[in-house]
């Protein structure tokens, strides 16, 4: 289409063959679409799935937790832990099982945006006297010992389930966020994973644990671009951890990371997209804290 701009002079005057050149390049121009729409199913990427709201609540499942930790009888579930995650990448994950006893935990469980499990748990000595001990966060994943761990470094795991042959099958991608500055030690052994927190509380005195679980999985099966997405997401989560919906107060209180700046939801929104963008060109290329009183 012509568009005319303010001056300018139409000239209304077209030949038969400057129409027949139109016609001709309109039904080329349809053809082209026509090819593309059909190469489409060949060649689109495949979608990231959407990670299960499995959060227990006490009662069920849903997509977030707000409550004192522990367990609920008779059954023993924990309360705030994901029971599945998706494609069984869990066997239940997230909850503190050692080292709470003398502590008072209150938790903020929540499946954000992206696939990101977030587990925020304060935990608050309503002692008469200093309480140091070493809090547990626990996970069953769902490799069933078949673990591929494939990134550790910084306070960053990321792992899926091995086929047998060095690749990713069946349960997605997970990375595994347990802060950036040393106080959480991770391991995984050899489906079992433990990140230990070191803690030293004086009477009344509070801190917040921060951590994170990123599912990445192509809807038709974990690939290796799938591995390069969960250590770019992991990487982003250590350098700036996902505060939406958090208050200036809980904020302050986070023990486990070194916080430099909240970003804004609309920046977290921006870098969502980013990794979305970053996945699917990928796919076209094939130590202890003690804290004083």
Do not use: K
Request: hydrophobic share 45%; proline share 3%; aromatic share 10%.
């Amino acid at each position: 289409m012509i568009r005319l701009r303010p001056g300018d002079v139409a000239r209304p005057e077209l030949t038969t063959s400057h129409l027949s050149g139109v016609i001709f390049m309109t039904s080329m121009f349809r053809l082209s679409i026509a090819a593309i729409a059909a190469l489409l199913p060949f060649s689109a990427e495949a979608a990231q799935f959407q990670a299960g709201a499995d959060i227990f609540n006490g009662t069920g499942y849903g997509s977030s937790y707000t409550g004192v930790g522990g367990t609920v009888q008779p059954s023993g579930a924990w309360l705030g832990s994901v029971a599945d995650g998706g494609y069984d990448t869990f066997d239940n994950f997230g909850f503190y099982n050692s080292g709470v006893s003398s502590l008072t935990l209150n938790r903020q469980v929540e499946l954000l945006s992206g696939n990101v499990y977030r587990f925020f748990d304060t935990f608050t000595n309503n002692q008469s006297t200093r309480v140091a001990t070493t809090v547990n966060f626990f996970g069953n994943l769902g490799s069933d010992g078949d673990e591929l761990v494939s990134y550790d470094a910084g306070g960053l795991m990321v792992s899926c389930e091995d086929d047998g042959a060095g690749a990713c099958i069946d349960d997605a991608v997970l990375a595994l966020v347990s802060g950036n500055n040393g106080l959480g030690i991770q391991a995984i052994t050899p489906d079992r994973y433990n990140v230990r927190f070191a803690l030293d509380l004086a009477p009344g005195e509070s801190i917040s644990l921060l951590n994170f679980a990123f599912l990445a999985r192509d809807e038709d099966g974990p690939l290796d671009s799938d591995v390069d997405l969960a250590i770019a997401t992991g990487q982003s989560l250590l350098a700036a951890p996902r505060l939406e919906g958090l208050s200036a107060e809980q904020i302050a209180r986070i023990g486990n990371f070194n916080i430099a700046g909240v970003p804004e939801p609309s920046t977290w929104a921006m870098l969502i997209a980013g990794f979305g963008f970053t996945g699917a060109a990928l796919r076209r290329r094939r130590a202890t804290v003690r804290f004083a009183a």
